[in-house]
């Protein structure tokens, strides 16, 4: 039997898929399918300080090999959410990720001090800093994008939190220079890596001749980005691993839908791998995936998880 578990930065976890941030709201839904403690962690939707209703409608559009999504951070605001969602995955004994964003470096600080107050938290294996949403109003503001923002953003989350949870900061793959971002999110006091959020794009009725999405742009997910997000855990790997930038754990996110898809990502160099797309049209997927990785090890004699995190890289 292969062994699946995984420490993420402290965060000793029993395997490591998840879902993905925004892609199974907070838990209920998935529960009718499959146990959610089943998973290494539950990371739920990006929750900011206050209620957001996001981007108008239509919110989604299918491309050839995948989804554009407009939704604009829709949610209940901190405080709603730990006295329902968080209490909730933490009743069931779900390992949550939870995913916070906001307007500016302050709106994040204090998303954060809320968390770390609610009587829920106990349940929390780690905090997800979403700093790399595209469906903002202003592009502008996408902190994942500059890596002074980026820096002050982890910062003030980080002095918001106590030092054993693990913070992961999500980075953007619509960037010049990845490595510098995560070099700056590293040197800011995050844990840890998330990669990749969406990448922006935009689709166009050529039957009413408008964009496809009320918002006109959106995140583009699923298969078409997976070869995006191996380059980017391979880029940031390979700077870990030449002593570019210290050695943290990396969480793979972009288009798996298999067991073979994950492995790719772990290869790269990813220490854990979530779900997010495929959840759609298989709300099974994240077990499922697990099931095929764990398979896919076990016919290759790999005995531990954690023996092939990098291993595409030159030894």
Known sequence: MVSMTVDLAGARLPNPLMTASG??????????????????????KSVMLGARSGRGTPRMAETPSGMLNSIGLQGPGIDAFVDDDLAWLASVGA???????????????????????????????GVEVNISCPNVANRGLVFACDPGSSSAVVSLVRSQLPAEVPIFAKLSPDVTDLVTIASACLEAGAD??????????MSIDIDTMRPHLGGVTGGLSGPAIRPVAVRAIWQVRSAMLTGRLPVAPIIGVGGVRTGHDALELVAAGASAVQVGTSTFN??????????????????????????????????
Do not use: W, Y
């Open 192 to 201: 840890g890596l998330t990669m990749v959020n969406t990448l922006l794009g």
């Open 95 to 125: 390992r949550s990720l939870v995913s916070i964003a906001g307007s500016d470096s302050e709106e994040f600080a204090e998303v954060a001090r809320r968390l770390r107050d609610s009587s829920s938290f106990g349940s929390v294996a």
């Open 282 to 315: 298989d709300p099974t997927a994240p077990v499922r995936v697990l099931r095929e990785l764990e398979q896919l090890l076990e016919d290759k004699g790999i005995v531990a998880f954690t023996d092939v995190v990098g291993a595409a890289h030159p030894s």
């Open 23 to 44: 892609c199974a709201a907070n838990g209920r839904e998935l529960h009718r399918f499959f146990d959610v403690a089943d998973l290494g962690a539950f990371v739920t």
